[in-house]
Structure formats: C-alpha cells, structure tokens
C-alpha cells in the first residue's frame, strides 16, 4: 500500500474513453453524462482518457459529449488493448495529474483494466456499480452496487485513498448529450511505452457469432413454446436473439416436437435461468416451464390466447399472432441501435 | 371372500393366459417401451379389455368382481399390461357407457370392445393434476361443432390411442360445473401428440401430451351434457379405481410371490434364509396386508355389482392397496439383498412398477380426501 496522500492535491472527474477498432463504446457516453453531474457537484472539470491509435477524431467527438479535456496517447502500441500496455500509460498519468474521482465502463475490457491499475496505484474500487452519487458532507463519491446476486445493494465510500474509482455498469445512467458547438481541450499525455512492457501478444480478434453462449449466463433469452408452428419460428426468433445479443431458449413441447435440441430447454428438467429479459413467445406457461424462469428480471411474453397462464407472470404481456408481432419487434429494434449496444456490452 | 365357480373359473383362464402370453415380453417391453400389437389383439379377443361392456356392444358383460380378477391375475405378472388394460376398460369406457347416447355406444363403445379402437382418458393437464377442477383446455360450440384447444398431460395409450375422452371447459365462469366431456377421434386436424414420457416403471404402457389446436368436434361427440364434465369423470373415476386397486394388488401379490420362491432357494449361514425368523415374520406381515387389501378391493368390487355407490370403498381400496403393493414390493426386494438390485431378477421392475398405483388415478393423499369427507360428512 502506498503511503498517505494529501488528497486535497486529487482534482476532477476522469472517464476512461474506451474505444475499439476507432470507435467509442456507447458506454463512455454514459459515463460522460454521469460524470458531467459528479463534476458540476464537486466542482471540477470532467476529462476522458483516450488511448489507441489515430484517434484524433474521437477525442473531438468525446468533446462534443461534454468532456472538458481530453488527454489522449496515440500510439501504434495501443492500438489494440493490452492490459500491460493501458495500465502503465494511465497509472503514470494518474500518478502525474492527480484525478480525484475515475469511472470505467463495466465492459470486458474496463473489469479488467479498472482493479489492475487500482491495485497499481493502491487505491479503491467499486464494481459494476448502477449509482453514484456525491455526499453533500464531504464531497466523497458514494459508489452504490448490487451484491450477492443482486440481493442486497451495498454503497461503498473509499475515504482515504485517490483517486475513487468505479466501474459502471453498461445501461444504468443517462447518456451526454451531443453538442457540436462545445469546445474543449486535447491534451497529449507524456508517457512511455515499448514493446518490452507488453507481455501479452493479441495474435487475432474473433467475433463469433454468440452461439455458444449457454442459457445459464445469457443476459437475454428468446424462448419459443408450441406456438410458433415448426422449426422455422426458431429462425425468427434467433434474429431477434441475435439482435438483443441473447440466445434461444425453448418449451419441452418445442423439444418434444423435435423442433430445437434439448439443450435449449428452459424448465424444470431443463435449464433454469435468470436472464434480465426472458421473451416468451407462443409458452403457454406450464408451472413445469415458469419454475425454470420466473425469477428473470423482466419478462414478456407473446401468447394468442388471453387466459394463458405465462400472462400472469408476464411484466408485459401481448395478445396476439406471434408471426405478426416478432416481426414488427424486430423491424422497431432497427432504429434503436444505441440502445441495443448498450444491452450487449 | 368367496368366489363363486364362474368367478374362479375365470381366475383359472386369466392365469393360462398370463402363464402363455406373458413370460418373457413384460421384461422386454420394460426395455422396449412397446407392446406388441399381437398381445393387444389377444386381450381383446380374450374380452379381458372389455369385461364392463354388456356382450350387446361386443364386451364381455362381466360385473367388477370379474374386472378385479383380471386386473389381479395380469398385474400380477405385468403392469404395464394392467395398465393398459384399465386405461380401455374403464377410463375410456365408463363415460360413454354410463352417459353416451345409443349412437355414441354403437360407435365407439363397439371398436373398443373389440380392440379395433384404441381409447384414452384425458383429464389431467400440466397444471391440473389433483386439483382436475383448475383444468385449462376449452372447448367454445361454433355452429355445430366444438373448437377444441388445450393441452393434456400423462395420458395412458396416448401415442396411439383412436379416441380419447375429453375434459374440457366449455363456460368458464361456471367452475366445475363449466365443464364438458367429449369423444375425439385422434385422426382429426390438430390433434397430436407429445413425446413418450421415459418413466420410471411400467414401461411397457406409453404415456404422453396430447395437443389440441383447433380440433373441431362434431356437437353429436359431447358426452351427456354441457356442464356435466367433470360429474363424468368424478364418476368414471370412483368406479375406475376398483380396477387400479385390484392392479395394486396384483403387484403386491406377484411381488409377494418372487420373495417367497427365493428365500427358500438362497443360502446363507448354511440355510435357506426363508429359515431365519426375521424373513418369516416379514413373509407374514406381507401375507397379511395383501389378504387385508384385497378384501378392500374384492368388497368394493361386489358392492358395486350390487348397483351399490362405493366412492368410500373404492377409494379405500385403492389407498390401501396402493400402499401395500409398494411396501410388499420394497419388503421383497430387501429379501433378495443385492441381487434384488440386479434387472435379471423380476423383482427389480416390480418395484419401479409398484411405485406409480399410489399416484395415478389419484394420489393417495387424494383417496384420503376422498374417504375421510365421506366419514366427517
Ligand atoms: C416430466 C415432465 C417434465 C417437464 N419439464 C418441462 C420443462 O422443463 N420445461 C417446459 O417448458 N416444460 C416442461 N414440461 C412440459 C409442460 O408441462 C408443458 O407441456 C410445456 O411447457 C408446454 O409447452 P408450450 O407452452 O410450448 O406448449 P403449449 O402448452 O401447447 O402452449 C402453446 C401456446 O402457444 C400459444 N400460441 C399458439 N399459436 C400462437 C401464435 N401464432 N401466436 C402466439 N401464441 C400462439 C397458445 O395460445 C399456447 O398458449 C414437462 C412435462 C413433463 C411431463
Ligand atoms: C404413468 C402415468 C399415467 C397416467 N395416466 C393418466 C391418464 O390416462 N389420464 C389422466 O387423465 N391422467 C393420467 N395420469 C395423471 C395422474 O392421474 C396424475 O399424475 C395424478 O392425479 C397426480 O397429479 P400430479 O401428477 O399433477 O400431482 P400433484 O397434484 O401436483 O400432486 C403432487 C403431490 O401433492 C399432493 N397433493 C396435491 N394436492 C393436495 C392436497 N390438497 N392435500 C394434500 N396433498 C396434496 C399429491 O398427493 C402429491 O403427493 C397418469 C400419470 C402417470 C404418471
């Protein structure tokens, strides 16, 4: 652990600006949005740091999203995201500049970025939080977090150490707005990186298709009952999943009619599942069924029949010919990207 | 009790028939799941598929007594064969039998004496099994015919039934009394199937879903009238029960039969272990209950030849024997040691087919719903 800081030496609100392949995760918008209220309350400027290569562009446009100043490393060396490589750029640069309050977006990359360049720099973090919040007292960050299994919601304060850091997770605050005409400052960073630093080599990056995404860890479930009339209701229903970043879950009776693989089966003597949003489209809603589900986050579900059993557990139930309505849902989807890339991250 | 010469003549023939045609295929259809399309052809020739249909209607026009000695005689060798024969003889039988119209009796009642049609009984659903009353399926009368759309669950003979009896609500705000019972033929648009259910034990009966999407029933296909669904099916079952009560204790008979064979074969500490006093008084206590339950069955069953009610009765028997037939079965296995254990000994599927008569046809928690409101009433 390091040694006592003066912590009054600790100023303004930064955001890690994460970016991939040039462009900004829909993530860092919302960071921004939340850090521009942290900083009007503490009293600071809000900042983004951005890391890759020839991102001038995005620097500008992290501006236009309400960051005061932008401190930028571009480098051929960070072009992809290395842990190495990112943590000792933005390590020296907190040790240098002194950030009072640090967000990182929940993503794959900012939990495994955040705790090393914490541990780094010896201070505290709060993951996956879904509210922040500044104490009027003593202008601490007040991180709010769901714990064991979202059971329980734990706010944690880091007193003593700077700067407080958080990941946030994807979806939960407001997004910045955009505006063109606002200026701000790009600052590049001083610091120094070689090959040597990096022991990680990225030999390629895949992006799968997410078939192999299993039920139990999938954020999004489309299921498909008896309803959908044949196998190629589930085609239907995979554009949709795949559309929502889920995956495909399924009734016995689908199975049973030799529709999908049992792999697929959600229910008692299939797969039990959480997911935040469990779409059930033509599931009567058999108790053999809803004791596998019913404990989603959010459910809707799509049935013709008024008095199925699965309205009743439904947040939102439709009454209709699920040929018609899966396919109006999937053409809304179209124009809602921004919020499609936020349920994905 | 005593049997008269009729009814032990009839035992006589049961046990030929079981002897003949039953050696070897109630262990292989344990493996198959599949009765052979010759051994159905035999139950109905010998009538013992149709010994509740009057001999006008091609049954065999025996009372219930005569039922429960079949019943007896067969699941006491197999009961996925007694099975399958209570699912004809009195589930798809009784209702049509008891509230059909003259041409319903010609049509159906007729096929299923003669084995040429498969039936059915289709009452419980996925979320309706002892509480039948919260049935889902519905049946809404469009012009002359009935629009049929829901879903059973675990229906004997359902893969290849012909028709099934139906329960289904036809006035919903009616509760029970909104319901209706109905013939289907299974060659009708929309009418399918769910898998085979893997089971535990009588495997050799098959079991399944049966769906409904739109399955128009001609009006002449409604059973007795509008309203009375579930008074048919309460009523089928009361008398049913007899059937799956002497099952029961056909089961505990044979299995009573295999401990007895072996503890006088096996040797341990230099004797038969039928010698040990712990075997015999187990021996005893088994004897004891399987006499003590089928006067239940047997007492039930003559009651009802005397055009008496036996809902107490039958209901009785049916949890006495239920129970019996799975201790019997347990006790037996026990007697056995670890060969018990092993598919080679018959012992091993008796005990997973004894383990279905205390919850088909009712639970035996339902039987005692049903006796005890018929003593406190
Ligand atoms: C031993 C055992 C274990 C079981 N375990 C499970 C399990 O793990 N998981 C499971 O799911 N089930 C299980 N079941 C089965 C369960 O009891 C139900 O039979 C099953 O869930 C029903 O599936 P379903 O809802 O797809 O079909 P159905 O009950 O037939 O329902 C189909 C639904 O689709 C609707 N519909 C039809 N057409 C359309 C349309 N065009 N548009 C919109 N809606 C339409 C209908 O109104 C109806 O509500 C089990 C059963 C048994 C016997
Ligand atoms: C192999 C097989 C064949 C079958 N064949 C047919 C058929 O041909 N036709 C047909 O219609 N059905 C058939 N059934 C269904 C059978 O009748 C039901 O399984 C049975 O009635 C029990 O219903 P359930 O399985 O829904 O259990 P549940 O009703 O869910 O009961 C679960 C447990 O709760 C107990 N319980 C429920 N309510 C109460 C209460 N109020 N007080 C105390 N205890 C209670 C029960 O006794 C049981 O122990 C068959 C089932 C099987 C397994």
Redesign the interface.
């Known amino acids: 652990m390091n040694d006592i800081k003066d912590l009054s030496s600790y100023k303004n609100v930064w955001i890690f600006a994460e970016q991939r392949e040039g462009k900004i995760a829909p993530v860092v918008i919302e960071l921004l949005g939340e850090g521009r209220k942290l900083a009007t309350e503490v009293d600071a400027e809000l900042c983004a740091v951005l890391l890759g290569k020839d991102v001038d562009g995005l620097a500008k446009e992290l501006i236009t999203f309400g960051a005061d100043k932008v401190y930028v490393a571009d480098d051929a060396l960070l072009e992809k995201y290395t842990t190495d490589a990112y943590t000792k750029v933005i390590k020296d640069a907190i040790d240098e500049i002194k950030p009072e309050i640090m967000l990182f977006g929940a993503t794959h990359i900012g939990r495994d970025l955040a705790p090393r360049i914490a541990s780094r720099v010896g201070t505290g973090l709060t993951a996956d939080c879904t509210k922040l919040e500044i104490d009027p007292e003593d202008k601490k960050i007040k991180q709010t977090r769901p714990a064991f299994g979202g059971n329980i919601m734990a706010t944690i304060i880091c007193p003593n150490h700077r700067p407080q850091m958080s990941t946030v997770r994807p979806g939960v605050m407001d997004k910045a707005e955009q505006d063109e005409t606002r200026t701000g400052e790009v600052i590049a960073l001083d610091y120094k990186i070689t090959q040597d630093d990096i022991r990680t080599t990225v030999l390629e990056t895949v992006k799968t298709k997410k078939d192999l995404v299993s039920l139990t860890d999938a954020n999004v479930i489309v299921s498909g009952g ?1 309803g959908l009339g044949g196998p190629e209701g589930f085609e239907m229903l995979k554009k949709l999943a795949d559309k929502l970043g889920g995956v495909v879950g399924s009734s016995r ?1 689908a199975v ?2 030799g529709w999908i693989d049992h792999s697929h089966q959600v229910g008692q003597t299939g797969t039990t599942v959480k997911p935040n949003l469990y779409i059930a489209c033509g599931i ?1 809603g ?3 069924h809803l004791a596998g589900m019913q404990s989603s986050d959010f459910i809707i579900a799509i049935n013709k ?1 008024p ?1 199925a ?1 699965i309205l009743e557990i439904a947040d939102y139930g439709v009454v209709g010919d699920l040929h018609e309505i899966v396919p109006m849902l999937i053409d809304k989807l179209d124009s809602v990207d921004d919020l499609l890339e936020a349920i994905k991250a | 009790m005593l049997y008269n010469k009729e009814q032990e003549l009839l035992r006589k023939a049961v046990r030929d028939f079981v002897s003949k045609e039953l050696d070897t295929l109630p262990a292989e259809m344990d493996k198959t799941g599949v009765m052979p399309k010759e051994l159905i052809k035999k139950l109905a020739e010998t009538k013992f598929i149709s010994s509740n249909i009057p001999e006008e209607y091609g049954g065999g026009g025996a009372g219930y007594v005569s039922y429960a000695i079949i019943m007896e005689e067969i699941a006491r060798r197999c009961a996925s064969t007694a099975t399958f024969v209570t699912a004809g003889s009195s589930l798809a039988t009784l209702p049509i039998l008891y509230n059909g119209t003259e041409e319903q009796k010609q049509k159906y009642l007729k096929g299923l004496a003669t084995g040429e049609l498969i039936g059915a009984f289709g009452l419980t659903e996925p979320g309706a099994g002892s509480d039948a009353g919260g049935q889902q399926t519905t049946a809404e009368l469009v012009g002359d015919h009935y629009i049929l759309n829901g879903r059973k669950t675990f229906i004997t003979n359902g893969p290849f039934c012909d028709i099934a009896i139906v329960i289904a609500v036809t006035d919903r705000s009616k509760g029970l009394r909104g319901t209706s019972a109905f013939i289907v033929e299974s060659k009708w648009d929309g009418f399918s199937t769910g898998a085979h259910e893997d089971k535990m034990g009588i495997r050799g009966t098959e079991t399944s879903d049966l769906i409904f999407e739109n399955v128009k029933v001609p009006k002449e296909n409604l059973i007795g009238k509008e309203g009375n669904g579930f008074k048919i099916a309460m009523g089928t079952l009361e008398v049913g029960r007899i059937g799956v009560a002497a099952l029961a204790l056909g089961i505990a008979q044979g299995a009573l039969d295999e401990a007895v064979k072996y503890t006088k074969q096996r040797v341990q500490f230099g004797k038969p272990i039928a010698k040990f006093q712990n075997t015999q008084f187990t021996i005893a206590d088994m004897e004891t209950k399987v006499c003590a339950a089928r006067g239940l069955v047997y007492d039930a069953a003559q009651k009802r030849d005397a055009g008496m009610r036996v809902a107490q009765e039958s209901a009785m028997a049916k949890y006495y024997a239920a129970e019996v037939a799975n201790e019997v079965a347990y006790k037996a296995l026990q007697l056995h040691g670890g060969y018990g254990f092993i598919k080679d000994y018959e012992i091993e599927r008796m005990y997973r087919d004894a383990r279905i008569v205390s919850i088909y046809e009712g639970t035996s928690e339902v039987q005692k719903m049903v006796i005890s409101s018929n003593v406190l009433k």
């Open positions: 008896l009776a049973d009619a009567s058999a108790i053999q029949n008095a059993p």
